[in-house]
């Protein structure tokens, strides 16, 4: 079998990377799909063709302009777009700061590093600043990996962890010493850029599929969960409840809220509805989770909650939502609302039971005159008609 020269493996490589870049350019533009952190991996897979023709075995097709000082350029900003990308996929805090200072000293270390006659210090200080850029994608990749699939992590790891050790020992002073001797050396870039490439490639096609999953499982108008994805909330904590985590269930069910669209219109009632989000999630913990039935009516499940604390629950949301009034057009709106409460105990219902005596003790509380809250098999004392 004939052995591929590495001129050849280097052309390869940039041809892949244009049409990776192109790929990427298509997703971001096109498709809008993470269009952010797609258009900065098509500026990096672009940056990568020059990076990839300023190399010294490629120097009787280099085109004159190309100096080893700008491939260098071209490579620190290869790293810092790809880690910028990777932190956005991963949807960490986007802080941006500790990257942009690193690429920028990397920046200035290859200008200092001067044309292909160069001092090799700023050769050494740059690629020791593109091992930082790898390092820090390394460390994001590890804090953020617990949201990925099993095996992506390491996709994308082995090709970082590949990146910094090239740096670093590029850092060191260590290089091939011939064009002969780089074929290895121009296998691993192949390999390298081809891994991260599809990993990725998957991480964008992960985001995607989790941001659908999330739109199935939500109500489009309010953002909290919708039907569906209510039931499969419910369905966990009633398995939790049958191994001795109880939980509550709260129905709300907003009063004489068709007033609102008959009167101000169904913009005013959308408006409306948002509001009562935003004031129950104020009174509920980051562990709640709130949901939109249908219409004017919502549910509340409280994780480790017994009838008693989740009675509290709904008194403080009731109370919550007398007292911020809903605004329309400089118009004060009061908005109340009716509860049923129910809990699972260890030996408690099912769950289809335990919403229908929620709804029962809502339906209840309705009866006695609204706003108010009623318990499941026993009524509450009233509060504020």
């Known amino acids: 079998m004939p052995t591929v020269d590495p001129t050849t493996l280097l052309l390869v490589n940039a041809l892949f990377s244009a049409v990776a870049g192109l790929v990427w350019a298509a997703l971001a533009l096109v498709f809008r799909i993470a269009p952010l952190a797609s258009g900065l991996l098509a500026a990096a897979h672009l940056l990568t063709v020059p990076a990839l023709l300023g190399s010294w075995c490629l120097e009787p097709l280099r085109p004159q302009m190309l100096s080893q000082g700008l491939t260098r350029v071209a490579g620190v900003l290869v790293l810092a777009l790809t880690a910028l990308a990777l932190r956005r996929l991963l949807r960490l805090r986007w802080r941006r700061w500790d990257l942009l200072a690193l690429a920028a000293a990397g920046l200035l270390l290859s200008a200092w590093g001067g044309g292909d006659s160069g001092p090799s210090q700023g050769r050494s200080l740059a690629s020791l600043s593109m091992a930082a850029l790898a390092a820090l994608a390394l460390h994001d990749l590890r804090v953020g990996r617990g949201g990925l699939p099993p095996g992506l992590a390491w996709i ?230």
Not at 214 to 222: A, E, G, K, M, R
Not at 309 to 317: F, P, T, Y
């Open 156 to 385: 994308l790891g082995l090709p970082l962890g590949g990146l910094l050790l090239a740096n670093l020992l590029r850092a060191a002073g260590w290089s091939a010493t011939s064009c002969a001797t780089s074929t290895p050396l121009a296998w691993a870039w192949l390999v390298l850029g081809l891994s991260l490439t599809l990993g990725l490639l998957v991480l964008v096609l992960h985001r995607l599929v989790v941001r659908v999953e999330q739109l199935t499982l939500s109500d489009p108008l309010t953002g909290v969960l919708n039907r569906r994805g209510l039931a499969i909330q419910q369905a966990r904590l009633q398995a939790q409840a049958e191994r001795g985590r109880p939980y509550a269930l709260l129905l709300i069910d907003l009063d004489h809220f068709k007033r609102i669209n008959d009167q101000l219109g169904h913009a005013a009632g959308d408006a409306a509805l948002q509001h009562v989000v935003q004031q129950l999630r104020a009174g509920l913990r980051g562990l709640d989770q709130l949901a939109r039935l249908g219409g004017e009516e919502f549910c509340v499940l409280l994780p480790e909650t017994r009838l008693v604390e989740a009675a509290a629950v709904a008194e403080r949301l009731r109370t919550g939502l007398k007292t911020r009034p809903f605004v329309w057009l400089g118009q004060e709106l009061l908005l109340s609302a009716s509860f049923g409460v129910a809990a699972s105990e260890v030996s408690g219902p099912v769950a289809e039971s335990l919403l229908a005596q929620a709804d029962a003790a809502l339906y209840r509380a309705k009866d006695q005159g609204r706003d108010r809250i009623s318990l499941a098999g026993a009524p509450l004392p009233e509060a504020g008609a």
